[in-house]
């Protein structure tokens, strides 16, 4: 028979003895880990978060019933079930997701076997993992708040396995945790304001620890920029220094595609330009901030067209701005764009590239392209014969399009004719090249909403959005866009004004008032809280940092100036918390404080007490030394020892050494 699980096991020669955990301990260590584990089951296999519940409530009918552990065997079977079904799941044992599966099988395996208090130490331990590896998913506030609340009682249940046998009341660990999460906290706001930023993260994480990101993509096809109108998920915020620019002219740019293969545009791998893209601003310059949400592409999003880059950040000849890294945090740049600008000359090879067709597909529209050349080759009359042709016939706008064939803007301009903007852009550009115009897709987002709570802007991914460009001699790259001929309410009020059925809009997108609009204002007040959040938080990188710094009045800093004020502001922090502790220990102890004024009395006439030296040693000094003040200080040296020392402290007794050290004249 199995012993039970709280009797010793038997020892062999030489073994250190084993410290048995109680019941109330492992019903600690388990509601800990409980907690810790709760905010990964919506990325847990779906068998995983029930067979860890499950071995939780079997190891808690374990501890409160005094039954046995189970048998080896069964938890080696356990375990081999548990790492097996993770890698049939992942196909791989490494990784942000089948390396977090694994660590919560392994974890619950480790509860079948944990008996002692180094077991339940290195539970605590895997606790913090799993809380650690929440971040990898989510660094929202809320999110932040819960794992906070999880390490408080996962200190909780640390100090309860320590001190398991000194009679703790079921609250007073939680209490003590408590209280030592709020004295860290002055520590971790020196260390987060101080500590030096480097770009980028320090380790390496997981390939896998961003994926799962919604956005736009470096390609465009029928259907891919639809398919994000039903996100109402926020891509960026952005702050305008002054009055924000009317919504028709909020183009945000991204990627910018030229090849074309019969049905899918990509862009040409372009790197930034060494010298700045030459461009003719026109009209006053727009400033502001943009907080952009982690997407995991290097490219940045500005308003047509940028005049200032980021740090490490390039423009290409294209005008998108590329970051020497993905944006895996949320990243807060400033920028300045001109709304009206003349780009420069068109260069033989961009030419090239921006006339590119394949050599077959889509012939009737390209026999409608020669027409209209053959009518007027001006490249201006080709850019209103499009519009024309958009405007004046029976094209819908909408956010579920027929499937096209093979030939896609032959099917989408003769057939179908119910497109969203990227099948619009999509044909003009080939309507263009067809006719002769240079001609490009730009890709990003247009509009936006203003947060009037916050006083700035939310871009959403429902706000993607595609248009064209096309190369115009003495302009340069000029902005088309040929969904607004279409539906010129998209581009002025937004998606949502198009969109005949709101209903068919993710929720926040929407903005016809109605039965839930309180819900859609409470959702915008929170949004303006994670914003805060988002812009001094999860932004907080090193251009940040020294920007802050710098509006404190610190001037320019390095690295080593923040390394000298960060340690020397954990000292004054370490001084000050000393001395308040020995100032409220003093105040709280008049045995102590009478004590010491003795021994400074003392000190003051050549007497002072050494650090080894107990009360009733000074005292015989004291009597050897000075015999007239032998009963005093006797006297005053038994009745400290006896209240320092002894069971009980009357206060006669403390009112009584606090008048006898009031009068020792030495």
Not at 253 to 259: D, H, K, Q, S
Not at 312 to 320: C, N, V
Request: proline share 8%.
């Amino acid at each position: 028979m199995r012993m039970p699980w709280h009797r010793a096991p038997q020892l062999k020669p030489g073994q250190p003895p084993v410290e048995l955990l109680t019941p109330l301990a492992v019903t600690w260590l388990l509601a800990t880990l409980a907690l810790a584990v709760a905010p990964h089951a919506n990325e847990l296999p779906l068998w995983l978060t029930p067979l860890f519940y499950a071995i939780v409530g079997w190891r808690g009918f374990i501890a409160i019933r005094g039954k046995p552990l189970p048998p080896r065997w069964l938890l080696l079977l356990v375990a081999l079930l548990a790492g097996s079904g993770v890698l049939l799941e992942y196909r791989t044992l490494l990784g942000r997701d089948a390396g977090v599966a694994l660590l919560t099988a392994m974890t619950a395996c480790k509860l079948l076997e944990t008996r002692g208090l180094r077991d339940g130490v290195v539970l605590v331990f895997l606790g913090y993992l799993l809380v650690m590896s929440t971040l990898l998913y989510s660094q929202e506030m809320l999110m932040v708040g819960y794992l906070f609340a999880v390490v408080v009682v996962m200190l909780a249940a640390q100090t309860m396995i320590h001190q398991q046998h000194a009679g703790l009341i079921v609250l007073a660990p939680l209490r003590l945790a408590g209280k030592m999460a709020a004295q860290a906290i002055p520590v971790m706001l020196i260390l987060f304001i101080l500590f030096p930023r480097i770009p980028g993260p320090l380790w390496g994480l997981p390939k896998d620890a961003y994926q799962g990101r919604t956005g736009l993509s470096e390609e465009m096809s029928p259907g891919s920029v639809s398919a994000l109108s039903q996100s109402d998920a926020v891509a960026f915020r952005v702050r305008f220094v002054g009055p924000p620019p009317p919504p028709k002219l909020l183009y945000w740019r991204g990627p910018v595609l030229w090849n074309f293969d019969g049905r899918r545009w990509t862009r040409h791998e372009e790197l930034p330009a060494n010298t700045p893209v030459a461009f003719t601003p026109e009209g006053a310059a727009i400033e502001y901030t943009v907080i952009m949400e982690p997407s995991n592409r290097r490219w940045l999003l500005a308003l047509d067209l940028p005049a200032s880059l980021p740090p490490r950040t390039g423009m290409t000849p294209s005008f998108q701005l590329l970051r020497d890294q993905p944006v895996n945090e949320a990243y807060r740049y400033e920028v300045r764009s001109y709304l009206n600008y003349r780009t420069g000359e068109l260069t033989a090879t961009e030419r090239s590239r921006a006339l590119r067709l394949p050599p077959r597909g889509n012939a009737r529209a390209r026999e409608l392209a020669a027409q209209w050349r053959a009518r007027d080759a001006q490249p201006e009359a080709l850019v209103n014969a499009a519009l024309t042709l958009f405007r004046e016939q029976a094209f819908y706008y909408t956010l579920t399009p027929p499937l096209l064939g093979a030939e896609s803007v032959d099917d989408f301009l003769f057939r179908t004719r119910q497109g969203f903007c990227e099948h619009y852009a999509s044909a003009f550009v080939f309507l263009m090249r067809s006719a002769g115009v240079p001609a490009r897709v730009v890709t990003g987002y247009q509009g936006g909403e203003i947060n009037a709570l916050g006083d700035y802007l939310i871009v959403r991914q429902a706000d993607a959005h595609a248009w064209a460009e096309v190369w115009l001699a003495e302009r340069g790259w000029v902005r088309i866009d040929p969904t607004a001929a279409v539906a010129p309410n998209r581009i002025q009020d937004g998606l949502y004004a198009a969109i005949a059925d709101e209903q068919t809009l993710p929720f926040l997108a929407r903005r016809g008032g109605g039965n839930a609009e309180w819900l859609r204002q409470l959702a915008l007040r929170w949004d303006a809280l994670n914003t805060i959040w988002n812009e001094w938080v999860l932004a907080y990188g090193p251009d940040r940092q020294k920007e802050f710094l710098s509006g404190l009045g610190f001037g320019p800093l390095d690295w080593g100036d923040m390394t000298v004020a960060m340690v020397i502001a954990l000292s004054s922090f370490g001084l000050l918390f000393a001395g308040l502790r020995w100032r409220s220990r003093w105040v709280r102890d008049p045995v102590a404080r009478a004590w010491q004024r003795f021994c400074v009395r003392l000190a003051r006439r050549g007497l002072a007490r050494s650090a080894h030296e107990g009360p009733l040693a000074f005292a015989e000094r004291v009597a050897i030394q000075r015999p007239e003040l032998a009963m005093r200080a006797s006297e005053i040296g038994k009745l400290y020892a006896a209240l320092r020392y002894g069971p009980t402290t009357p206060p006669t007794a403390v009112r009584r050494l606090q008048r006898l050290v009031r009068r020792f004249r030495a």
